[in-house]
Structures are given as C-alpha cells and as structure tokens.
C-alpha cells in the first residue's frame, strides 16, 4: 500500500510542476511575479497548513510516544554530514559548489512534498511526523546549514547577531511550529469556523508549491548541472542507498513500523525548496542549487516509490 500511495502521489505531484512549467513557458506566470509567488507561499499559505494539520490532528501524547524521531533524525545529520563530505572529496568537487552540493543533498522537502504525502500515508499522525522531525531539521538548517550555503570569502565577515537570530526565530513556519504545540500542549481546540476557514487556506499549499517549482525550473538557465557527476552519485546515495539501508536496519528494531516507514521517506526526499535561495542569498551557487532542486524533484518521482518498495 505504503508503494502504490506513494506512486501515485509523486506522480500527481509532477503533473503538477509539469503544469507549473508550461505556464511559465506560455508567460501566464512571469519571472517577476515569481519572488511575490514565493513570499504567499511561503509566509502565508505554508505556515496556515503546517498550524492547521498540527493544531487539528495531533495530541500531546502522539508526539511524546514519537520522541525517538528527534534521536533519529540527529544521527541522520550526523551520518548524512559525513556521507556528503566524503562525496565531494572524492568527487573533487570544485569550492563552494563541495559546501552548496552538501547543503543541497542535506535538507529535504518536508512542506511541499512529505506532508501533502504523509497525509496521504498517514491521515492522523503524517503532520506530526514532521513536525517533530522538524524540531532538528530546522536548527540544523538555520545554523549549520547556513554556514554551509555561504561562500568561503564571505565566512570571514559572518558574525552571529540579533538579526540572525530574529531570522531563525521569527521565521513563518518556525513560528507556525511553535503555535501549534502550544495549542496542543494546553490542549486549546480551534472552533468549527476557524478550522473551516484554515482549511480552505491550506487546501491548494501543495498544488502551489509544485507549481511554483515548475515556473521556477522553466526560468532557470541551472541546467548545466546535469553535466556535474556529484549530481547523479548525490541522488543515487542520498535518495536511494541509505534510505533502504536505514530501512532495512531500522525494521529489525522494537520501533513501530509505521515511524520507520515516515522517517525513511523523509530521508528519500529531494532538496527542500528554500535552498537556492540560501545560496543565492549567501553565495555564487544559486543556479548550481537550483539545478540539483530541480533535477531531484523529478527523480524523486522514481527514486521515493522504488524506496517505499525496496523497504516497505
């Protein structure tokens, strides 16, 4: 089951970015529109739906029974780390692609693609899956994550400061997080009209996530990447050799089958989409970034179903 949901899932999900692509293609979205397209997605409709799924569908004692996941995902950072290091020096990666193409193979897409599917896998407890994994995720973005995202000649000027903290902290989602695991810790319950009215917001968040990737990859000349052999050895041990190594491992302990089939899909997923940006913002790796974003949101329409099968 947990293979043809996933299946079907991937492949609606790159119907959609295909649909993003061709309207990109016949300017019904224009590049200009696309930082303004990004920003309501991100800060507005992403933060409702994390809040939403969180606040309606999850209780204190399901996260606290699900508490191994933040173990789990620390020794994933740890191992990926290490994974990805070793890959670019032996790839001989040249500099600043070696730290973009670790940031890139690192962070997964939790929001746009694991959580429309873990809805699916996983009616009631998907959204507190990655929630709780987020609690690592994020920290590990937002700090180590970051500093890997910045060009070598820029380290030297990178100082912690309030504005840097503000960034982490004030961040829509991270905020979105927060809210909903006050709501369920005091046990606070969102009237009928309210959730109504939150689920029509979040409703259309995966449709226009995918489609803005599409918009994205029909504007971006970040292609060339396809000629990078770190690509293609990225995606073949980051999306498919350890997750079903992890699985297979992770199967033989007391663990509920069902926290091991999430987290192993969670560590099949393709770069997370905010990535680029980081390293547009912190370097001269943007289109190299987007060019992985791209190539492995399509491959994930292969690798992730050929995971859940290998494993599950």
Known sequence: MVFCITLERMLIFFAIFL???FLAKKSVIRKEYLGDYAMLVTKVFLPVTVFTMMASSTTAQMIIDNLMLIPLSAAFYAAITAVLFLLAKLLRVPQDKDRVFMFSFMFGNTFFVAIPLFTALFPETGAMYIMVFSIVDQLVFWSFGVWLSTARDRLGGRKFSLAFVKQVVLSPNIIAMLLSFVFIFIGIKLPGPVLTALNMVSAPTSA????????????????????????????????????????????????????????????????????????????????????ILEVTLVASVFTMPLVAFLVL
Do not use: D, H
């Open 19 to 21: 649909l993003g692509l």
């Open 208 to 291: 226009l996530g995918m489609i803005y990737l599409g918009a994205l990859a029909g504007f971006s000349n970040s292609l060339s990447v396809l000629k990078r052999p770190e690509l293609y050895v990225g995606i073949v041990v980051k999306m498919i050799l350890l997750p079903v190594l992890a699985g297979k491992l992770l199967l033989l302990t007391a663990l509920p089958t069902e926290l091991v089939t999430a987290f192993v899909l969670i560590m099949a997923l393709p770069v997370m989409t905010v990535v680029p940006m980081v390293a547009t913002q912190n370097g001269n790796e943007g289109e190299y970034a987007s060019g």
